[in-house]
């Protein structure tokens, strides 16, 4: 089902309903008496309607997405294993970014879209580690990490010197459990900048700071500065 008006009541208070869990971007809308509310309450209805026909459209698309993932995962797995490649070769599955989906009202990303935000539906992803015999099964780092420490970490794991210009750390202290730290991430993006080859087209950035439990998001448009502190561990 999908999203409907109903009536709570003989006093005309009339209630948003979600039937199929539209996420937390969806808010549910609670209208006052009368007429007036009455008319409210089905304008805002429309409203809700609409978007969650576009939450439900990329919802769907990302799930598409995902089955696709899969499959050519199997597909990989399959003909490294023809190959006899498995037991001996570093895999590291990461992504470059998440996506929002309503959860603070919009869907997309920064570099794609007009509008985003630094929330960690966007900055937290996946990255995982497979090497059999060196990188311990079952192991799971739950402290913070960056993605410029993936590189360091695949030359460590290849015995490669680690070339000093390089910004991130290995992560092998962590991984083999003999070191274990929160590490500060700095993210940056900026709106619809994806393929736009003039900079000055490109007027809105915003930056961030995340620590285990503190986000500092600050927000440059035009010129304009603007600063938000999140409190993580609340």
Known sequence: GGTH????????AFRVVSESGIAAGVRRIE???GEGARRHAVEESAVLNRVAAVYRTNVGAI?????QMQIRTREFERKIDELELTDNNLIVFCADHGEE????????????????????????????FYLPGVIPKGVEVSEQVRTIDIMPTIFDLLGAEIPPYMQG???MPMITQ???EERTAIVSSSYAGYKEEDPDNITHYMRAVRTKDWKLIKDIDKGVETFSLYDLSN
């Open 5 to 12: 008006v109903k009536r709570t009541g003989d006093i005309g």
């Open 31 to 33: 209208a006052l008496t």
């Open 63 to 67: 799930e598409s997405k995902a089955k």
């Open 101 to 128: 989906l309503l959860e603070h009202g919009f869907i997309g990303h920064a570099s794609t879209a007009k509008r985003a935000q630094m929330f960690d539906e966007i900055v937290h992803v996946p990255l995982i």
């Open 169 to 171: 750390r290995s992560l």
């Open 178 to 180: 003999d070191q274990r």
